[in-house]
Nanobody
Framework: QVQLVESGGGLVQAGGSLRLSCAAS????????MGWFRQAPGKEREFVAG????????RYADSVKGRFTISRDNAKNTVNLQMNSLTPEDTAVYYC??????????????????WGQGTQVTVSS
Protein backbone atom coordinates (compact mmCIF):
# COMPACT_ATOMS: atom_id res chain seq x y z
CA GLN A 1 0.00 0.00 0.00
CA VAL A 2 1.46 3.30 -1.09
CA GLN A 3 1.61 6.02 1.52
CA LEU A 4 2.83 9.59 1.27
CA VAL A 5 2.90 11.37 4.60
CA GLU A 6 3.58 15.09 4.78
CA SER A 7 4.86 16.91 7.84
CA GLY A 8 6.30 20.28 8.78
CA GLY A 9 3.36 22.55 8.18
CA GLY A 10 2.27 25.18 10.66
CA LEU A 11 1.77 28.86 11.37
CA VAL A 12 4.53 31.31 10.49
CA GLN A 13 4.81 35.06 10.13
CA ALA A 14 5.34 36.69 6.77
CA GLY A 15 9.01 36.60 5.84
CA GLY A 16 9.56 33.41 7.77
CA SER A 17 10.50 29.92 6.65
CA LEU A 18 9.15 26.39 6.87
CA ARG A 19 10.46 23.06 5.72
CA LEU A 20 7.97 20.47 4.57
CA SER A 21 8.84 16.80 4.38
CA CYS A 22 7.12 13.90 2.68
CA ALA A 23 7.89 10.32 3.66
CA ALA A 24 7.02 7.71 1.05
CA SER A 25 6.44 4.01 1.59
CA UNK A 26 5.06 1.09 -0.39
CA UNK A 27 6.58 2.17 -3.70
CA UNK A 28 9.92 2.08 -5.46
CA UNK A 29 10.67 5.67 -4.60
CA UNK A 30 13.50 6.24 -7.07
CA UNK A 31 11.15 5.29 -9.91
CA UNK A 32 8.86 8.25 -9.25
CA UNK A 33 9.09 11.88 -10.12
CA MET A 34 7.88 13.79 -7.07
CA GLY A 35 5.95 16.99 -6.76
CA TRP A 36 4.45 19.44 -4.32
CA PHE A 37 1.09 21.05 -4.94
CA ARG A 38 -1.00 23.40 -2.86
CA GLN A 39 -4.63 24.35 -2.57
CA ALA A 40 -5.94 27.49 -0.94
CA PRO A 41 -9.58 27.84 0.13
CA GLY A 42 -11.81 28.44 -2.85
CA LYS A 43 -9.01 27.89 -5.33
CA GLU A 44 -7.91 25.05 -7.54
CA ARG A 45 -4.96 22.86 -6.64
CA GLU A 46 -1.82 24.31 -8.16
CA PHE A 47 1.66 23.03 -8.88
CA VAL A 48 4.41 24.35 -6.62
CA ALA A 49 7.55 22.35 -7.38
CA GLY A 50 8.69 19.06 -8.85
CA UNK A 51 11.84 16.95 -8.91
CA UNK A 52 13.04 14.17 -11.17
CA UNK A 53 13.93 10.60 -10.23
CA UNK A 54 17.57 11.38 -9.59
CA UNK A 55 17.02 14.87 -8.25
CA UNK A 56 19.02 16.47 -11.05
CA UNK A 57 16.03 18.23 -12.60
CA UNK A 58 13.72 20.54 -10.70
CA ARG A 59 10.83 22.69 -11.76
CA TYR A 60 9.05 25.51 -9.95
CA ALA A 61 5.94 27.60 -10.30
CA ASP A 62 6.81 31.20 -11.12
CA SER A 63 5.19 32.32 -7.89
CA VAL A 64 7.73 30.43 -5.75
CA LYS A 65 10.84 30.55 -7.88
CA GLY A 66 13.81 31.83 -5.90
CA ARG A 67 12.02 31.30 -2.57
CA PHE A 68 11.28 27.57 -2.47
CA THR A 69 13.66 24.67 -2.97
CA ILE A 70 12.67 21.06 -3.57
CA SER A 71 15.02 18.20 -2.79
CA ARG A 72 14.87 14.46 -2.36
CA ASP A 73 16.77 11.74 -0.56
CA ASN A 74 16.31 8.43 -2.36
CA ALA A 75 18.08 6.55 0.44
CA LYS A 76 15.46 7.75 2.93
CA ASN A 77 12.47 7.84 0.55
CA THR A 78 11.80 11.47 1.36
CA VAL A 79 11.15 14.64 -0.56
CA ASN A 80 11.43 18.05 1.03
CA LEU A 81 10.28 21.55 0.29
CA GLN A 82 12.23 24.39 1.86
CA MET A 83 10.08 27.51 1.85
CA ASN A 84 11.66 30.90 2.54
CA SER A 85 10.38 34.47 2.44
CA LEU A 86 6.83 33.25 2.95
CA THR A 87 3.92 35.57 2.25
CA PRO A 88 0.23 35.30 3.18
CA GLU A 89 -0.39 34.27 -0.45
CA ASP A 90 1.48 31.03 0.30
CA THR A 91 -1.21 30.00 2.78
CA ALA A 92 -2.68 26.69 1.63
CA VAL A 93 -2.79 22.99 2.22
CA TYR A 94 0.36 21.52 0.71
CA TYR A 95 0.30 18.08 -0.88
CA CYS A 96 3.08 15.71 -1.81
CA UNK A 97 2.54 13.62 -4.95
CA UNK A 98 4.28 10.85 -6.86
CA UNK A 99 4.27 10.32 -10.62
CA UNK A 100 5.51 7.24 -12.46
CA UNK A 101 3.67 7.52 -15.77
CA UNK A 102 5.54 10.54 -17.06
CA UNK A 103 9.16 10.77 -18.13
CA UNK A 104 9.75 14.33 -16.98
CA UNK A 105 8.79 16.57 -14.10
CA UNK A 106 5.17 17.46 -14.68
CA UNK A 107 3.15 20.39 -13.38
CA UNK A 108 -0.15 18.68 -14.23
CA UNK A 109 -1.86 17.14 -11.24
CA UNK A 110 -3.48 14.52 -13.50
CA UNK A 111 -0.01 13.09 -14.19
CA UNK A 112 0.48 12.13 -10.54
CA UNK A 113 -0.51 8.69 -9.32
CA UNK A 114 -0.37 9.00 -5.55
CA TRP A 115 -1.09 11.82 -3.13
CA GLY A 116 -0.53 12.53 0.51
CA GLN A 117 -3.20 13.79 2.87
CA GLY A 118 -1.81 17.31 2.97
CA THR A 119 -0.32 19.61 5.57
CA GLN A 120 -1.60 23.09 6.39
CA VAL A 121 0.67 26.09 5.97
CA THR A 122 -0.60 29.39 7.29
CA VAL A 123 1.35 32.62 6.85
CA SER A 124 0.21 35.57 8.92
CA SER A 125 0.78 39.17 7.87
Amino acid sequence: QVQLVESGGGLVQAGGSLRLSCAASGLMFNSYNMGWFRQAPGKEREFVAGISLSGRTTRYADSVKGRFTISRDNAKNTVNLQMNSLTPEDTAVYYCAAAQRVLSVSSRHNDYDYWGQGTQVTVSS
